[in-house]
């Protein structure tokens, strides 16, 4: 079984960074793409960011194209999130999704989820 943890979130102002990171374990790491998805408060969840197996295909959301930056260390079994310039809207539970290789930005199709971490973007 697949588990993943989130960690990194926190409160910052607006126009600072955070480093999000999700921990996978269970199953060969090589073998999942990962995704990342926030959910705001009385919103639906939104997609973020995803990468494949090989980290060839790294796809964003337009809403954080350029301010965002997925990686990942398949040593380490590690995602890393990368949030600069954050803006109050950032402002969700971020959540870590896994799926078999290839990516998607549709929850659904995500078989494994972290339970989240908080991110709070406020002045």
């Known amino acids: 079984q697949v588990q993943l943890v989130e960690s990194g979130g926190g409160l910052v102002h607006p126009g600072d960074s955070l480093r999000l990171s999700c921990l996978f374990s269970?199953?060969?790491?090589?073998?999942?793409?990962l995704g990342w998805f926030r959910r705001a408060p009385g919103k639906e969840s939104e997609f973020v960011a995803s990468?494949?197996?090989?980290?060839?295909?790294?796809d964003y959301a337009d809403s954080v194209k350029g301010r965002f930056t997925l990686s990942r260390d398949n040593v380490k079994s590690t995602v890393l999130l990368e949030m600069n310039s954050l803006k109050p809207e950032d402002t969700a539970v971020y959540y870590c999704?896994?799926?078999?290789?290839?990516?998607?930005?549709?929850?659904?199709?995500?078989?494994?989820w972290g339970q989240g971490t908080q991110v709070t973007v406020s002045s």
């Open positions: 999704a896994a799926r078999g290789y290839s990516t998607s930005y549709i929850p659904r199709e995500y078989s494994f």
């Open positions: 269970g199953r060969e790491f090589l073998h999942y793409a």
């Open positions: 990468i494949s197996w090989n980290g060839v295909v790294i």
